[in-house]
């Protein structure tokens, strides 16, 4: 079944267009990977499907709704859960009441999915009274994608949940991401970290200058010259 559906939608920041007639989709249980350089456009169209953002022309349906021009409020309880760019925690509270937060628009089960957040990033058990703001940046992202989970999403947009991280945990955050994929969150993400992207991304779409330039599997991207001489210093 296709849950997200971004067919032909331009959207733009006051009168400056960014995004041009650009379409994707995800079908359930996959990872697709939105690839593209700094200011391509990623963060914009992750915006225009989680709420902040209303597409000038296009649509965009979830499980065959038009959620276009939504409010993040409105397109939460609908099953989209948006991991931001820069983390966004709160940083006086505790790792518990950041976790608590994120299952604002769903109760119901909340102690059992703090115990699957616990289970995918143990380290915040360790740390569940800590206040977000002293954690590590490794700790800070892997709070923040666990925020998203506990509001038991659907489809989980994270958008560069590698930027900024040293190696050996950009390693565990992928991996911990392929793992909530394989227990039934199908998730869209964002990245310039194009080789791990595609290790653990069914497809992906490359956008340039606001435009979807190319989309294949993971196999057909990476082999990919566009790909590998834009992204990857082939
Ligand atoms: P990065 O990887 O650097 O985050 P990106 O691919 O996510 O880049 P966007 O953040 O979506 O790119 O930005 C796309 C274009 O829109 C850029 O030219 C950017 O300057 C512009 N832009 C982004 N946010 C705004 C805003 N609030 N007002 C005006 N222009 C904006």
New binding site residues.
Partial sequence: MTLLEVDGIDVA??N?Q??WDASLSVTEGETVALL????????????TICGPLTPTAGHVRFKGEEIGGLDQDEVVPKGIAHVP?GREIFGDSTVKENLRLGAYANRDGMDERMDRVFDIFPRLEERTGQQAGTLSGGEQQMLAIGRGLMSDPDLLLL??ASLGLAPVLVEDVFDAIQRINEEGTTVLL?E?DVNHALRIADRGYV?ES?RISLSGTAEELADDERVTASYLGG
């Fill in positions: 920041y006051g400056v960014v995004i593209g350089a700094n200011g391509a456009g990623k963060t914009t169209i992750l915006k760019e958008d560069e964002v310039q956008l606001g």
